[in-house]
């Protein structure tokens, strides 16, 4: 009864259902998380926090983590959000730790989450490519541009291609790098057909 409340827009009466519920019953989970995110619907971010990491204390649980670390990231609490986010292993909770680790200027958990997100999600090309530009901001261009071998030749553009050459190049594999500049269409045109 709560959501479909909140779903029609009558965000008071849910919230009143849910903090009758606590009331009841202060460990129940779905209305600590449901208040946490009416909450952070309503933009009260200290609120939300209060809910979020009620919950996460009650229930450390992955989307509880989730949660809560996105209210923490939403505060700029960079910090503590990605503290709350090690060890978790879900997409969103890798790309959003990802992320937090880059802001916080630690390279080395930057590189932990996105190795992990890559391993764990190969098909997620972004995970990939911001690995490889990671590794090569870092100096490790050959491992770099290994990484982006993974995007099969026919799937990357003009660009990608130029760009994997050069870091090859840059890695002392000149052989590898004109390979790559061989197959590169010389013109749109060409690469038409």
């Not at 029609?8 to 779905?30: F, M, S, T, W, Y």
């Not at 261009?141 to 290994?146: H, I, T």
Request: aromatic share 4%.
């Amino acid at each position: 009864m709560p959501k479909s409340c909140f779903h029609r827009g009558d965000v008071k009466k849910a919230q009143g259902i849910l903090e009758d519920v606590l009331h009841g019953n202060p460990d129940q989970e779905e209305a600590i998380t449901l208040l946490a995110s009416i909450a952070a619907a309503g933009q009260d971010w200290a609120m939300a926090e209060d809910y979020a990491r009620r919950a996460f204390t009650l229930h450390k649980t992955e989307p509880n983590a989730f949660m809560f670390g996105q209210v923490l990231a939403r505060q700029q609490q960079f910090k503590e959000a990605a503290g709350v986010l090690r060890g978790a292993t879900s997409h969103r909770a890798l790309e959003l730790l990802s992320r937090l680790d880059r802001a916080l200027g630690d390279a080395q958990g930057e590189e932990a989450a996105l190795q992990e997100l890559h391993g764990r999600y190969p098909d997620d090309r972004n995970a990939l490519l911001a690995l490889a530009e990671l590794l090569e901001r870092g100096g490790d261009v050959l491992q770099a541009a290994r990484l982006l071998e993974g995007i099969p030749a026919e799937e990357r553009t003009t660009a990608q291609a130029i760009h994997l050459a050069g870091l090859y190049r840059k890695g002392g594999d000149c052989a590898r790098a004109l390979e790559i500049l061989e197959k590169v269409p010389a013109t749109e045109a060409e690469a038409q057909k």
